[in-house]
Protein backbone atom coordinates (compact mmCIF):
# COMPACT_ATOMS: atom_id res chain seq x y z
CA UNK A 1 0.00 0.00 0.00
CA UNK A 2 1.66 3.37 -0.97
CA UNK A 3 1.73 6.22 1.42
CA UNK A 4 -0.34 9.18 0.33
CA UNK A 5 1.23 11.80 -1.01
CA UNK A 6 0.63 15.47 -2.40
CA UNK A 7 0.62 17.25 -5.71
CA UNK A 8 -0.68 19.66 -8.04
CA UNK A 9 -4.74 19.28 -8.61
CA UNK A 10 -5.39 17.90 -12.06
CA UNK A 11 -8.63 18.44 -13.84
CA UNK A 12 -9.03 14.73 -13.64
CA UNK A 13 -9.62 15.33 -9.70
CA UNK A 14 -12.52 17.33 -10.16
CA UNK A 15 -14.99 14.35 -9.39
CA UNK A 16 -12.79 13.75 -6.69
CA UNK A 17 -13.02 17.38 -5.16
CA UNK A 18 -16.60 16.90 -5.40
CA UNK A 19 -17.19 14.37 -3.48
CA UNK A 20 -14.84 15.04 -0.97
CA UNK A 21 -16.15 18.09 -0.43
CA UNK A 22 -19.78 16.91 0.54
CA UNK A 23 -18.14 13.53 2.23
CA UNK A 24 -16.65 16.48 4.61
CA UNK A 25 -19.65 19.36 4.40
CA UNK A 26 -21.60 18.45 7.72
CA UNK A 27 -19.07 20.01 10.08
CA UNK A 28 -16.41 17.72 9.07
CA UNK A 29 -18.89 14.86 8.19
CA UNK A 30 -20.72 13.38 5.58
CA UNK A 31 -22.94 15.60 4.20
CA UNK A 32 -24.36 13.05 1.62
CA UNK A 33 -27.84 12.79 1.11
CA UNK A 34 -28.36 15.93 3.60
CA UNK A 35 -29.85 18.05 0.23
CA UNK A 36 -31.53 17.51 -2.65
CA UNK A 37 -28.26 17.29 -4.96
CA UNK A 38 -25.08 16.14 -3.23
CA UNK A 39 -23.54 18.58 -6.24
CA UNK A 40 -24.97 21.44 -4.35
CA UNK A 41 -22.26 21.83 -1.72
CA UNK A 42 -19.49 21.35 -4.46
CA UNK A 43 -20.74 23.95 -6.31
CA UNK A 44 -20.63 26.53 -4.07
CA UNK A 45 -17.50 25.58 -1.65
CA UNK A 46 -15.46 23.64 -4.50
CA UNK A 47 -15.70 23.57 -7.68
CA UNK A 48 -15.58 27.26 -8.36
CA UNK A 49 -12.58 27.34 -7.00
CA UNK A 50 -10.39 24.79 -8.71
CA UNK A 51 -12.24 26.18 -11.95
CA UNK A 52 -11.15 29.62 -11.36
CA UNK A 53 -7.83 29.01 -9.66
CA UNK A 54 -6.18 25.63 -10.70
CA UNK A 55 -2.55 26.63 -10.20
CA UNK A 56 -3.53 26.64 -6.54
CA UNK A 57 -5.05 23.60 -5.54
CA UNK A 58 -3.24 20.41 -4.64
CA UNK A 59 -4.92 17.32 -3.61
CA UNK A 60 -3.71 14.63 -1.27
CA UNK A 61 -3.30 11.04 -3.37
CA UNK A 62 -4.17 7.67 -2.24
CA UNK A 63 -4.46 4.91 -3.39
CA UNK A 64 -4.87 6.23 -7.19
CA UNK A 65 -7.14 8.65 -6.30
CA UNK A 66 -7.60 12.52 -4.70
CA UNK A 67 -8.99 11.94 -0.86
CA UNK A 68 -8.33 15.23 0.25
CA UNK A 69 -7.22 19.15 -1.02
CA UNK A 70 -6.65 22.72 -0.26
CA UNK A 71 -7.97 25.05 -2.36
CA UNK A 72 -7.54 28.88 -2.70
CA UNK A 73 -7.34 32.10 -4.41
CA UNK A 74 -4.96 34.58 -3.59
CA UNK A 75 -7.36 37.81 -4.09
CA UNK A 76 -10.95 37.46 -2.39
CA UNK A 77 -12.18 40.46 -3.91
CA UNK A 78 -11.43 39.73 -7.30
CA UNK A 79 -12.45 35.95 -6.77
CA UNK A 80 -15.95 37.67 -5.95
CA UNK A 81 -16.07 39.41 -8.98
CA UNK A 82 -15.34 36.59 -11.36
CA UNK A 83 -17.91 34.81 -9.66
CA UNK A 84 -20.33 37.15 -10.19
CA UNK A 85 -19.48 37.28 -13.97
CA UNK A 86 -18.53 33.55 -14.60
CA UNK A 87 -19.88 31.30 -12.04
CA UNK A 88 -23.05 32.84 -10.90
CA UNK A 89 -25.26 32.63 -14.25
CA UNK A 90 -24.25 28.51 -14.74
CA UNK A 91 -24.80 28.12 -10.83
CA UNK A 92 -28.52 29.51 -11.25
CA UNK A 93 -29.25 27.68 -13.95
CA UNK A 94 -28.30 24.35 -12.11
CA UNK A 95 -29.84 25.01 -8.92
CA UNK A 96 -32.75 27.86 -9.60
CA UNK A 97 -34.69 26.69 -6.28
CA UNK A 98 -34.06 24.51 -3.28
CA UNK A 99 -35.33 21.19 -4.44
CA UNK A 100 -37.52 18.65 -2.93
CA UNK A 101 -37.05 18.08 0.83
CA UNK A 102 -34.72 15.72 2.17
CA UNK A 103 -35.93 14.97 5.51
CA UNK A 104 -32.63 15.44 6.69
CA UNK A 105 -33.29 19.58 8.52
CA UNK A 106 -29.70 20.88 8.13
CA UNK A 107 -28.94 23.73 10.36
CA UNK A 108 -27.67 25.08 6.69
CA UNK A 109 -30.40 24.82 4.56
CA UNK A 110 -30.64 24.28 0.66
CA UNK A 111 -32.29 27.54 0.55
CA UNK A 112 -29.23 29.44 2.33
CA UNK A 113 -27.31 27.28 0.45
CA UNK A 114 -28.58 28.18 -2.90
CA UNK A 115 -28.56 31.59 -1.79
CA UNK A 116 -25.52 31.86 -1.31
CA UNK A 117 -24.24 30.10 -4.67
CA UNK A 118 -25.25 33.17 -6.18
CA UNK A 119 -24.86 35.58 -4.03
CA UNK A 120 -20.35 35.81 -3.85
CA UNK A 121 -20.75 39.03 -2.02
CA UNK A 122 -21.33 37.57 0.91
CA UNK A 123 -17.59 36.01 0.74
CA UNK A 124 -16.40 40.05 1.72
CA UNK A 125 -19.80 41.38 2.92
CA UNK A 126 -19.14 41.08 7.02
CA UNK A 127 -15.18 41.86 6.30
CA UNK A 128 -13.57 44.49 7.88
CA UNK A 129 -10.62 46.12 9.96
CA UNK A 130 -8.40 46.13 6.25
CA UNK A 131 -8.57 42.44 6.48
CA UNK A 132 -8.99 42.42 2.86
CA UNK A 133 -5.60 44.31 2.86
CA UNK A 134 -3.89 42.20 5.59
CA UNK A 135 -5.45 38.80 3.91
CA UNK A 136 -6.52 38.80 0.68
CA UNK A 137 -6.19 35.24 0.07
CA UNK A 138 -8.70 32.59 1.30
CA UNK A 139 -8.66 29.03 1.52
CA UNK A 140 -10.50 25.42 1.85
CA UNK A 141 -9.26 22.44 2.80
CA UNK A 142 -10.82 18.52 3.47
CA UNK A 143 -9.60 15.69 4.50
CA UNK A 144 -11.40 12.57 3.92
CA UNK A 145 -11.41 10.65 7.99
CA UNK A 146 -8.59 7.91 6.43
CA UNK A 147 -6.61 10.77 5.91
CA UNK A 148 -7.05 12.93 9.38
CA UNK A 149 -4.38 12.79 12.11
CA UNK A 150 -1.66 11.99 10.02
CA UNK A 151 -0.15 15.80 9.38
CA UNK A 152 -1.01 16.13 6.09
CA UNK A 153 -3.41 18.94 6.93
CA UNK A 154 -0.60 21.15 8.34
CA UNK A 155 1.82 19.94 4.97
CA UNK A 156 -1.50 20.79 2.63
CA UNK A 157 -1.39 24.75 4.00
CA UNK A 158 2.19 24.83 4.22
CA UNK A 159 2.43 24.21 0.52
CA UNK A 160 -0.47 26.87 -0.30
CA UNK A 161 0.86 29.46 2.09
CA UNK A 162 4.26 28.89 0.39
CA UNK A 163 2.90 29.34 -3.14
CA UNK A 164 0.96 32.91 -2.09
CA UNK A 165 4.29 33.86 -0.29
CA UNK A 166 5.80 33.85 -3.45
CA UNK A 167 3.52 35.74 -5.27
CA UNK A 168 3.55 38.26 -2.58
CA UNK A 169 0.44 37.50 -0.92
CA UNK A 170 0.59 38.80 2.58
CA UNK A 171 -1.87 36.72 4.82
CA UNK A 172 -4.77 34.11 3.58
CA UNK A 173 -7.97 33.67 5.63
CA UNK A 174 -10.73 31.08 6.07
CA UNK A 175 -13.80 30.67 7.95
CA UNK A 176 -15.62 27.30 9.50
CA UNK A 177 -18.89 25.92 11.13
CA UNK A 178 -18.77 27.03 14.67
CA UNK A 179 -20.02 23.44 15.85
CA UNK A 180 -16.92 21.73 14.21
CA UNK A 181 -14.64 21.80 16.73
CA UNK A 182 -11.92 19.71 15.52
CA UNK A 183 -11.74 22.66 12.72
CA UNK A 184 -11.29 24.91 16.18
CA UNK A 185 -8.49 23.21 17.28
CA UNK A 186 -6.69 22.10 13.99
CA UNK A 187 -6.52 25.83 12.88
CA UNK A 188 -5.70 26.57 16.56
CA UNK A 189 -2.90 24.22 16.66
CA UNK A 190 -1.40 25.33 13.51
CA UNK A 191 -1.25 29.22 14.29
CA UNK A 192 -4.20 31.18 12.51
CA UNK A 193 -5.94 33.43 15.07
CA UNK A 194 -8.93 35.47 15.28
CA UNK A 195 -9.87 38.25 13.18
CA UNK A 196 -11.47 41.50 14.52
CA UNK A 197 -14.61 40.32 12.11
CA UNK A 198 -14.66 36.77 13.19
CA UNK A 199 -17.91 35.88 15.66
CA UNK A 200 -18.74 33.09 17.55
CA UNK A 201 -21.71 31.77 15.31
CA UNK A 202 -19.04 32.41 12.08
CA UNK A 203 -15.62 31.97 13.21
CA UNK A 204 -12.94 34.13 10.56
CA UNK A 205 -8.80 32.99 11.23
CA UNK A 206 -6.09 34.06 9.62
CA UNK A 207 -2.82 33.96 9.24
CA UNK A 208 0.68 35.36 7.16
CA UNK A 209 1.60 33.47 4.15
CA UNK A 210 5.67 33.98 4.77
CA UNK A 211 6.89 30.54 6.55
CA UNK A 212 9.18 30.69 9.38
CA UNK A 213 12.34 29.95 8.72
Known amino acids: MT ?31 VYSSDLLMPDVYALPYVDHSPDLAWVVEHEGR ?27 ARHPAPGPATGRNPGYTEAQLVHDGADPERMVRGLRHGELTTHPAHLHIDLLPVLQRRGLGSRLIDTLRG ?15 AENTAARLFY ?8 PSS ?12 LKG
Do not use: K, M, N, S
Request: charged fraction near 20%; hydrophobic fraction near 45%; proline fraction near 6%.
Open 3 to 33: EPFIRPYRTADRADVAEICVRTAAAGGDARG
Open 66 to 92: ATGYIIGVADTAAFVDWWAREWTPGFV
Open 163 to 177: ALAERGVPGVHLGYA
Open 188 to 195: DRYGFTRL
Open 199 to 210: TPQAPLVGIRTA
